[in-house]
């Protein structure tokens, strides 16, 4: 680890006291071996997604036919437990068995087959899009000026806990994110960021690569709607929201229409005209009719962005 990575990653950790315990990662050279091993696997007609614990310790979810997104009849096969022996990681349990060294993941299954997989990095089709005519761009990574109090590090990336000092109503966003690598924390502690549109709706962020897909997820709309499938890349990747949003529609005080999001998650669509009766509990703004701000949320962890850009609908 450099010098310069270990304080950051040093600063960070003793600036969230809930989370002091936790290794706190920023950048993928110095996230160490575990790290390394964790991610997504392909092989033919399977898959697998490889999520660290910490200390060596790893939960293996193995996928018929593909990985979620990247097949349209994937399917759960079988989750399992794994451990670092020397240089391998090895499982063993429901008659699977296997081990995983050298960005391959070789083995036999319940039926005594061998297989093997190797490890694969997926990009969204959408990462690095550029804003179309007409849009505004939120942050390019030149200042933070549209954001209030907005703070951009040395990597040129912006910190959550900032929101838009422009106001918005009916709109496309398109914005760029990276959660942490925090593999000894657990749940909501574990890469926990959001979006929240006008201020009021929030597209959760939040390290779930591997997880179920629960509304309080990666894709899930806050406590109202989980996502179809769950999209979450590994932690430190660069991952995509492209959101289409209506606003709820009111007749002077009396709200007529709920808010409408179509949310594609690293360009697959989890959210598909999903009606939103309320705004999330947490939110800056409760519903009305007046236009509000992009926040993203601060949440105890460090959650990074670039590329945001927005075009409203007139």
């Known amino acids: 680890m450099s010098l310069r990575h270990l304080l950051s990653a040093l600063t960070v950790t003793l600036a969230l ?30 898959a697998a997604q490889v999520i660290a614990l910490g200390d060596g310790k790893f939960r293996v979810v193995g996928w018929d036919k593909g990985l979620p997104g990247a097949v349209a009849d994937f399917a759960k096969k079988v989750e399992l437990d794994a451990k670092r022996e020397g240089e391998k990681v090895t499982f063993d349990g429901n008659g699977w068995k296997g081990e995983i060294v050298g960005g391959q993941i070789k083995g036999t299954n319940d039926e005594g087959k061998a297989w093997m997989l190797k490890h694969t990095v997926r990009q969204s089709p959408t990462l690095g899009a550029k804003p179309p005519a007409g849009a505004t761009v939120l942050f390019d990574g030149t200042n933070a000026d549209a954001w209030e109090g907005g703070k951009m590090d040395e990597r040129k990336l912006l910190a959550g806990g900032t929101k838009s000092k422009g106001k918005f109503g009916d709109c496309t966003l398109h914005v760029e994110f990276r959660t942490p690598f925090k593999p000894f924390a657990r749940g909501q502690g574990r890469g926990n960021s959001g979006i929240y549109v006008q201020d009021r709706y929030e597209t959760q962020v939040l390290d779930s690569f ?19 499938l769950n999209m979450c890349f590994p932690p430190l ?42 705004s999330t509990q947490a939110s800056g703004l409760r519903e009305g009719p ?11 962890n460090p959650v990074f962005y670039r590329n945001i850009w927005i075009v409203e609908k007139k």
Not at 217 to 228: F, L, R, S, V, W
Not at 290 to 300: D, F, K, M, V, W
Request: aromatic content about 8%; proline content about 7%; some cysteine.
């Open 17 to 46: 006291p809930a989370f002091a315990a936790d290794p706190t990662f920023l950048e993928p050279a110095d996230a160490g071996p575990d790290f390394a091993v964790q991610g997504e696997y392909v092989g033919e007609n399977c």
């Open 210 to 228: 591997g997880l179920k897909g629960a509304k309080n997820e990666t894709g899930g709309i806050y406590n109202i709607a989980e996502p179809k």
């Open 237 to 278: 990747s660069w991952q995509t929201y492209d959101i289409e949003f209506e606003a709820a529609k009111f007749e002077g005080d009396k709200k007529v229409k709920n808010a409408v999001m179509t949310v594609k998650l690293n360009g697959v669509v989890v959210q598909d005209r999903t009606e939103v009766p309320n």
């Open 290 to 300: 007046e236009p509000g701000a992009i926040q993203l949320q601060s949440h105890g």
